[in-house]
């Protein structure tokens, strides 16, 4: 993985900010997620193993296209459980096993129209001097009750961060079933600066979304535990793979 995106989005389909970001990585197999995975990706690995993330953060004003971002609707706490891929043209990104956020209409338009795992859920981030606290509990559809409390301390900023962090991190795009039926795999890029990365200490994190989105429930302490201040961000169009008609 490249810390710089690989190109700009010159006409994005959606801008937004992602802020307050804490990455919270435990080490698997890639045995033991491939099969959550869609067709046409494998895992993506570092050393031999390829990783789970549960990824808190806020959504700050989501426009589409080049409108302003909205104030409210656009602006929720969100916490993602995701996954590693690489497809057939070498395309590396991320899968989301689960997008728990605190808008209930945003959550049905990513549904509906994005085809991904967002849930509603009651949420809230928290500040009080170097400790940041993200709190969700789920509301729908389910399973009702996975919850999530991670607490960390932000340390000093990372200079250059290791290979393992940026693999963790400078992912350029998502892989999806994002249209029609049946839904063939496409591929959706993402540009923003490179990430401010500190050092984190987990001082508190008590959750069950990894286990909830089909995933082994963390045995071990996590391997990485990252956090970031934020980037603006530009999501470009769905690309889909060589062969799949365009409608």
């Known amino acids: 993985m490249t810390p710089d995106a690989p190109a700009g989005i010159r006409l994005p389909l959606l801008t937004q900010e992602w802020l307050d970001l804490t990455f919270v990585h435990w080490a698997m197999e890639p045995d033991t997620v491939a099969r959550l995975l869609p067709p046409g990706t494998v895992p993506d690995v570092h050393d031999g193993m390829t990783y789970?993330?549960?990824?808190?953060?806020?959504m700050h004003?989501?426009?589409?296209?080049?409108?302003?971002?909205?104030?409210?609707?656009?602006s929720f706490p969100e916490t993602n459980v995701r996954l590693y891929s690489v497809d057939a043209h070498g395309r590396r990104g991320v899968v989301f096993r689960s997008m728990d956020a605190a808008r209930l209409i945003p959550v049905v338009m990513g549904r509906t129209v994005f085809r991904?795992?967002?849930?509603w859920s009651?949420?809230?981030?928290?500040?009080?001097?170097?400790?940041?606290?993200?709190?969700?509990?789920?509301r729908w559809p389910g399973p009702r009750g996975a919850a999530c409390r991670i607490t960390v301390r932000t340390g000093a900023r990372i200079g250059e961060p290791t290979a393992l962090e940026?693999?963790?991190?400078?992912?350029?795009?998502?892989?999806?079933?994002?249209?029609?039926?049946?839904?063939p795999l496409a591929y959706l890029p993402n540009h923003h600066p490179r990430w401010p990365l500190y050092r984190a200490e987990l001082v508190e994190c008590r959750e069950d979304l990894v286990a909830a989105a089909g995933l082994p429930a963390p045995g071990a302490p996590a391997v990485s535990v990252l956090y970031s201040p934020g980037v603006p961000v530009r999501l470009g169009r769905p690309a889909r793979p060589a062969g799949i008609p365009t409608p």
């Open 122 to 138: 009651r949420m809230s981030v928290r500040t009080a001097g170097d400790l940041v606290t993200y709190r969700s509990s789920r």
């Open 52 to 58: 789970a993330g549960l990824v808190a953060f806020r």
């Open 166 to 183: 940026h693999f963790l991190t400078a992912r350029w795009g998502m892989h999806n079933a994002f249209f029609g039926e049946p839904a």
């Open 61 to 74: 004003r989501v426009g589409w296209l080049r409108l302003p971002g909205v104030p409210y609707l656009g």
């Open 116 to 119: 991904l795992p967002y849930l």
